[in-house]
């Protein structure tokens, strides 16, 4: 997971040199006013967000599959506690019976 993180933000990075290089040398317009340093971060998301999602799919693939394991792990844990919890509850109960 961290390193698709650090891919997709790598990829961003990138971006953000290209287009800043670009609004420097005059190629794209500058934002109004002070929005200029704005203007060059939106713009570089909007380009790296498709650029990512095709160049990075199979490490996004392996992530989702990481999250997945750790989800159905965690809900496992949950099952086993909740089944131990009710066969206490059910123990205690039938001892309160014959008490």
Do not use: H
């Amino acid at each position: 997971m961290l390193r698709y993180t650090l891919m997709r933000l790598g990829i961003f990075v990138g971006c953000l040199v290209v287009v800043w290089g670009l609004v420097y040398a005059g190629v794209l317009p500058r934002g109004l006013g002070a929005s200029n340093g704005m203007w060059v971060v939106l713009l570089s998301l909007v380009i790296s967000a498709p650029i990512s999602f095709v160049a990075l799919r199979k490490e996004r693939d392996r992530a989702s599959i990481q999250v997945v394991q750790k989800v159905d792990r965690v809900k496992a844990n949950l099952e086993a506690n909740r089944t131990q919890e009710d066969s206490a509850d059910d123990a205690s109960r039938i001892q309160g019976q014959t008490s």
